[in-house]
């Protein structure tokens, strides 16, 4: 069945430091990748997606890019910042529509310092 | 962007009572929701498909007839844990697709602990 596998958290960065979470997986098929991120004390957001292979995902200064010879969806960014601090969720889907089901990874804290 | 709300937050009951858990799509309607179970440092599991006007479709090892679904309309469905057990504690999540159908909005979670 699908998986999907992110690197062992938690991570903690200093402002400005850039940042790499790593995160691969497993599926049937042409999935679609996400990441969602979850600030505390609220519901997951969407952060960014990529539908098909050499795709880039972008938003609020991270990217990652759909790697399908890694089977991996590594999300970066070249400069946190405080505000940055939250749980990050790699997902996937191998359907489309509105019954399209995800696939979570485990999730990461990062915290980032001042 | 779309809102989907949860009520409550966070409930605590006692063993063998029934949890209600409500998910609503404030600002768009929802013909399918999704509820989750996470448990701490884990990923969210899926629970269950909600469709409007039918029967919940279970994920492998879900009860159906613990973990209640009702979808009666567009913009609410409810997720009952019925006679809850300290091993039902979790946080529940759900999520709706925008009429669209190509981005899932998630719920801020209900924290659910049975004493």
């Known amino acids: 069945g699908d998986s999907v596998t992110q690197m062992e958290g938690p991570v903690t960065l200093s402002e400005e430091a850039f940042l790499t979470i790593n995160c691969t997986y497993t599926a049937t098929g042409y999935p679609s990748l996400f990441w969602y991120v979850q600030y505390p004390g609220e519901g997951l957001q969407l952060l960014l997606k990529?539908?098909?292979?050499?795709d880039k995902g972008s938003n609020k200064g991270f990217e990652a890019t759909y790697r399908k010879e890694t089977t991996s969806f590594h999300l970066e960014k070249g400069s946190v910042q405080v505000s940055d601090s939250a749980v990050y969720f790699c997902?996937?889907?191998?359907?489309?529509?509105?019954?399209?089901?995800?696939?979570f990874g485990k999730g990461i804290t990062l915290s980032v310092r001042p | 962007g779309a809102v989907v709300s949860q009520h409550p937050s966070r409930v605590i009951c006692k063993s063998g009572t029934s949890v209600k858990i409500e998910c609503r799509s404030l600002?768009?309607?929802?013909?399918?929701m999704f509820w989750y179970r996470q448990f701490p440092k884990q990923s969210l599991m899926l629970m269950a498909t909600?469709?409007?006007?039918?029967?919940?479709?279970?994920e492998q090892g879900v009860e159906k007839d613990k973990f209640l679904i009702n979808h009666a309309s567009l913009t609410l469905s409810t997720l009952t844990v019925t006679s809850a057990h300290p091993e039902d504690s979790s946080f529940y999540i759900c999520s709706a697709f925008t009429p669209l159908g190509d981005t899932q909005y998630f719920g801020p979670g209900t924290r659910l602990t049975v004493l």
């Open positions: 990529a539908t098909k292979a050499d």
């Open positions: 909600s469709n409007e006007g039918s029967k919940a479709t279970y």
């Open positions: 600002d768009f309607q929802a013909t399918t």
């Open positions: 997902a996937l889907s191998s359907s489309f529509g509105a019954n399209s089901k995800l696939t």
